[in-house]
């Protein structure tokens, strides 16, 4: 469940945002409030937030001074910021904090509603984003992208590789499929990609690995099969060498229920 927290010194519009959003979301959000910045700041200390409605003017600290506070925080809450005056300065300032809308008092129920919508999808988008990164290799992004100035023999040995994941191969294979000398080919390899073959392969199977954990409920054994490990105690150990948690921990970070593929 998602937890929104309404930040604003004024009873009756901080109980009156609550009851509107209550109401709408129907029991599908945690809802809280916090009467001022500070009040704010000492709840998140203990609580997450994935979206903040905060007003600009508040005593003892602002809304704006209350998310400088809150720059380093990790995840970063989506934001909505209120306030009773249409300044320039700090609507501009407020999108300078990545404030996704700024709404005038008194407020309008619909459009409230309207922004709330909006800054939980923006922040869904931003969670599957961060989700697709998690499974990204840099250096296997990095290759990809250079693969067209390779020459046809390294091009035909990712495109092999990438169609015999799930097969005991290694170097000689591959080398012997080229028709090449396998020292040879490694050094042409390395010279080319910028990483050797043994790595390149090892990154090629954790890529798959961590799609499959993420997209699917396959047990661990089986997806250590599906990218070429012999035993599953292997695999488990390349891949805490490699990502520093388990296959199992690794998931749990990365899958979405609401997006998995059975």
Known sequence: MKTLLIVDDEPRTRQGIKKTLEAWSAGRMRIETAASGVEALEWMKENPAHLIIT???????????????????????????????????????????????????????????????KALELEENRLRIGRMEKLLDPKLMEAGQEEAKYGQHVRDAISYIDGHLGDPIGMKQVAEHLHMNSSYFSVLFKEQTGI???????????????????????????????????????????????????????????????????
Do not use: C, N
């Open 196 to 262: 050797t073959f043994s790595d390149y392969l090892t990154r090629r199977r954790l890529q798959r690995a961590k799609e499959l954990l993420a997209q699917t409920r396959l047990p661990i054994w089986e997806i250590a099969e599906k990218v070429g490990y012999q035993t599953a105690k292997y695999f488990i150990k390349v891949f805490k060498d490699s990502e520093s948690v388990s296959p199992s921990q690794y998931r749990q970070q990365v899958m979405d229920p609401e997006e998995t593929i059975k």
């Open 55 to 117: 007003d600009v003017r508040m005593p003892e600290l602002g809304g704006l001074q209350m998310l400088e506070r809150m720059a380093q925080a990790a995840p970063k809450p989506t934001v909505i910021v209120i306030s009773g005056h249409a300044e320039f300065e700090y609507a501009h300032k407020a999108l300078q904090l990545g404030v996704v809308e700024y709404l005038l008092k008194p407020l309008d129920k619909m459009k409230l509603i309207q922004a709330v919508e």
